[in-house]
T-cell receptor, first 117, second 112 residues
């Protein structure tokens, strides 16, 4: 168990809908990362937050947004869902260094499986 | 073309075999190289990381980086059925934040 929790485990919804995925980082970790894992694209970085502020952005669609709250949990919002958004969404957290180190281990949660019908 | 290429497998080996897993990459800026293991229905977990070129050993696992060839490898000695998982290479560079770029993963099955 990595100590990172994600809810829900599974989500089934229809095209055009909006969903919210939740992540609680390991106790004390200030950085949260979101990744999308699909069969054809593999694991892709979406966005990183550090202590409530956006730190880095990857291939995140404009329909997707995220935030990190004062208690450090994070939410990933996916809207106007399309069939192609079906994937596993992982949250990871890392140790709280001031600027972030390249060697900070990212601890991954168990993921949320999103199915868009 | 993807920044990081990895043979998806599946790779099936008998117990006790030496396993070689590989990734190639195109971005010469990558400096830190990692291997993650992902069991079915679980999140990835970090196995090893190396900085720049060279070898690093940890028990039955050895990671190698050849920056001149843009090629990294993970060797597993005396493979066990419990090593059956998907192995993902990942890499990052200074100035890229802590953003990891992953390969698509190689599925490994170690048979009794």
């Amino acid at each position: 168990d990595s100590g990172v929790t994600q809810t829900p485990k599974h989500l089934i919804t229809a095209t055009g809908q909006r969903v919210t995925l939740r992540c609680s980082p390991r106790s004390g970790d200030l950085s949260v990362y979101w990744y999308q894992q699909s069969l054809d694209q593999g694991l892709q970085f979406l966005i990183q937050y550090y202590n409530g502020e956006e730190r880095a952005k990857g291939n995140i669609l404009e329909r997707f947004s995220a935030q990190q709250f004062p208690d450090l949990h994070s939410e990933l919002n996916l809207s106007s869902l399309e069939l192609g958004d079906s994937a596993l969404y992982f949250c990871a957290s890392s140790v709280p260094t001031s600027g972030g180190s390249l060697t900070d281990t990212q601890y991954f949660g168990p993921g949320t499986r999103l199915t868009v019908l | 073309q993807k920044e990081v290429e990895q043979d998806p497998g599946p790779l099936s080996v008998p117990e006790g075999a030496i396993v070689s897993l590989n990734c190639t990459y195109s971005n010469s800026a990558f400096q830190y190289f990692m291997w993650y293991r992902q069991y079915s229905r679980k999140g990835p977990e970090l196995l090893m990381y190396t900085y720049s070129s060279g070898n690093k050993e940890d028990g039955r696992f050895t990671a190698q980086v050849d920056k001149s060839s843009k090629y990294i490898s993970l060797f597993i000695r005396d493979s066990q059925p419990s090593d059956s998982a998907t192995y993902l290479c990942a890499m990052t560079f200074t100035g890229g934040g802590n953003k990891l770029t992953f390969g698509t993963g190689t599925q490994l099955k170690v048979e009794l």
